[in-house]
RNA sequence: GGCCUCGUAGUACAAUGGAUAGUACAAGAGUUUCCGAAGCUCCAAAUCCAGGUUCGAUUCCUGGCGAGGCCA
């Protein structure tokens, strides 16, 4: 158990038996980190006691510090100032655990239990590339994933692909008009952006359409509908929805295309999925589940036959689900999918990666499912995330201010390489372990960049500045990690050597201020890890990854390694530096971001 | 119009109701015969406005103002 977790039971139970009398409860009990420019660290605040105990808090603190420090092994001293109640941990207590998990390679995680959990992300439409919004969305399901399974759970990946409708017919509509059969062979363009340059040309065709309509004493509306290459878009859904045999062909064709777009894309992102499904198998789902719904009246019927359901009661209002001719909307589908999803894995919990501009309709799908008593519901989580716009504002494909994922990729491993060279830090490797490298450090820094911002948020992303390979960034934990590396490669000491190694490991001296602000952040791991997954927030990870390594960089400052002042103090280093470099390595790993040992 | 988010240094982001509001970039000053300077150290700079609850509010509540999103 963690020494946080630790300290508050420790405090609950000291207060109750110093306090019979008064009600004492865990959620009053606050422990913090000690700030820096305090003796001591973790503080308990005793202010939340003051009333209930009717003391003083500096006569409350003492009878609590003196009490703490008498009956728990864990602390050396405590400091009281004005309401806070600052504790010191011996450092024998740090010794053991640094002895004990040094070179744990699962430190932190917990054991598998059998919750089953789907997160489902990416979700693409098969008309165009996947751009950086995606890889936002992309990089918060992949590492959400590994941060869930992380803590025990059974994680499945699923990829629902948005594969059919009238957008995917635009652009086979304008490839059938316009490409003349170009391939991504025949071309040597990536089936995704083929496939895009041909939605993009739709539009381009159908806004001079329109712009001629006009000019012809059209008014805009009519000419919308009017525009034949609309019209021939939508006459080729309705044949896509008859099964028409030449349509489908092209239909799969231009979808494979897309696909393999995707896996290279894919590959190169380093995520994988467990379950695709597909729109077009999943699309007619959902409407026996709503007839199901009329007959046990959860649902209504208007006169033109349209079938809705009424949330005005939870706030919301009324959602229509099936058409007067029968045909469902995207809700139907949703209902439909989701039901199909918890019976082919009896999923505990579903989790949605989807963008902040759906929160009312995920909101609205989980409420119709408990109406209707699917028992799917409960289970389902809307990770909501902030759109990533550009300092203009959203991004907008017609405007063509989209940023291109591939090409974000390729920019930010040049970018890798460029400053690896200007740095003359090329020496020594290998041209195809240079290639692994930059591609190490620049799909780093994206992923970086992308998932250390709290979900939630919206953020803002300026090409132009491009990304930055200082500061807050993987880069600067790489380095950390690669210096840690080189110590112990000329100490010949292996990363996570056997425990054997350090048996002999006395402490006699002191911990030096230094290396116990290591030792309290890498205690705290567990806690972080814990938290990320229960909130939904690898941010949380990011951020005490980059503390962690800020943290070692400034005791290998301040202290030598391999001309420690003596023996124990080098080997306590030594496995100082092991273990961080051992939780660096899990917690970028688990953002899917790679720790160079040398860069 | 109704509903939902969000307003923190020049910029981008932090802060379970707790101490003097952190971090990075940019700006300024240092730092290399010594384990990797992609580093370290110092310096300056911010909670949209007005009320309320509280011992204590960036955080909770109300009302403005501003930005974004969703529903017709």
């Known amino acids: 158990m963690i020494l946080a977790v630790q300290l508050k039971l420790a405090t609950e139970n000291a207060l109750k038996y110093l306090f019979p009398e008064a009600t004492i409860t865990a959620s009053m009990i606050t422990i913090n980190q000690t700030k820096p420019e305090f003796t001591g660290d973790y503080t308990i605040v005793l202010f939340p006691f003051v009333k209930a105990l009717r003391q003083k808090p500096d006569v409350l603190g003492n009878q609590l510090g003196s009490y703490l420090l008498e009956h728990t092994e864990l602390l050396s001293r405590f400091d009281i100032v004005s309401g806070f109640l600052n ?64 803590n025990g759970n059974q994680v499945i990946k699923a990829n629902l692909i948005n594969d059919r409708g009238i957008h995917i017919c635009k652009s086979m509509i304008a490839w059938q008009r316009y490409a003349n059969g170009a391939t991504p062979e025949s071309t040597g363009i990536k089936g995704d952006h083929l496939v895009g340059d041909y939605y993009v040309k739709f539009n381009d065709v159908y806004k001079a359409e329109i712009a001629a309509l006009v000019a012809r004493g059209m008014d805009e509306k009519t000419a919308e509908k009017e525009a034949s290459i609309m ?22 064709m231009m979808n494979s295309w897309v696909y393999a777009g995707f896996d ?10 467990d379950k695709y499904y597909y729109e077009s198998d999943t699309y007619l789902l959902g409407k026996n589940v709503v007839e199901e719904g009329l007959k046990k009246g959860v649902l209504f019927k208007k006169e033109d036959g349209s079938v809705w359901i009424d949330l005005t009661a939870d706030g919301l209002d009324q959602k229509l689900l099936l058409r007067g001719d029968g045909t469902s909307v995207y809700m139907t589908q949703d209902i439909g999918t989701a039901i199909l999803k918890y019976n082919d894995y009896k999923l505990n919990k579903s989790v949605y990666v989807i963008a902040d501009e759906q ?21 389902i989580y809307h990770l909501s995330y902030g759109m990533v716009e550009l300092p203009s504002g959203r991004m907008k494909s017609r405007e063509g201010t989209v940023v291109d994922a591939d090409d974000m990729v390729a920019e930010m491993i040049s970018l890798a390489q460029q400053q690896t060279e200007e740095a003359g830090k090329t020496e020594g490797f290998t041209t195809e372990e240079l290639h692994k490298l930059y591609e190490t450090i620049g799909l780093g820094a994206l992923k970086f960049y992308l998932l250390r911002v709290d979900p939630k948020k919206k953020m803002i992303f300026d090409p132009k500045e491009s990304i930055d390979l200082h500061g807050f960034t993987a880069t600067f934990i790489q380095y950390a990690h690669a210096r840690i590396c080189s110590i112990l490669r000329k100490e010949q000491v292996p990363l996570m050597p056997s425990h054997t190694k350090f048996n002999a490991f006395k402490l006699t001296q002191e911990i030096a201020p230094a290396e116990r602000d290591l030792l309290v952040a890498l205690e705290s791991y567990p806690y972080i890890l814990e938290n990320a997954a229960i909130e939904y927030n690898p941010s949380l990870l990011c951020n005490y990854s980059f503390m962690l390594a800020q943290l070692f960089n400034s005791f290998y400052d301040k202290h030598s390694i391999s001309q420690a002042e003596n023996e124990e103090k080098k080997e306590l280093r030594l496995m100082l530096i092991i273990m961080t470099a051992q939780i660096l390595r899990q917690a970028m790993g688990l953002m899917g971001i790679r720790m160079p040992e040398k860069m």
């Open 231 to 252: 019209k021939d878009a939508q006459d080729m859904l309705r044949k896509w929805e008859s099964g028409d045999q030449e349509v489908r062909k092209l239909w799969q």
């Open 359 to 379: 929160n009312y309709h995920m909101q609205v799908l989980k409420h119709i499912l408990t109406k209707l008593g699917e028992p799917c519901a409960e289970g």
């Open 87 to 150: 504790v010191t941990v011996r450092d024998s207590y740090w010794a053991n655990f640094l002895l004990n998990e040094f070179n744990n390679p699962n430190y932190g995680e917990k054991a598998s239990h059998d919750v089953r959990v789907m997160v489902e992300y990416s979700s693409p439409n098969t008309n165009k590339p996947l751009h950086f919004g995606h890889l936002r969305n992309i990089f918060l399901g992949s590492a959400m994933s590994s941060l869930l399974r992380a």
């Open 264 to 273: 290279v894309s894919y590959k190169k992102l380093g995520v994988d999925f």
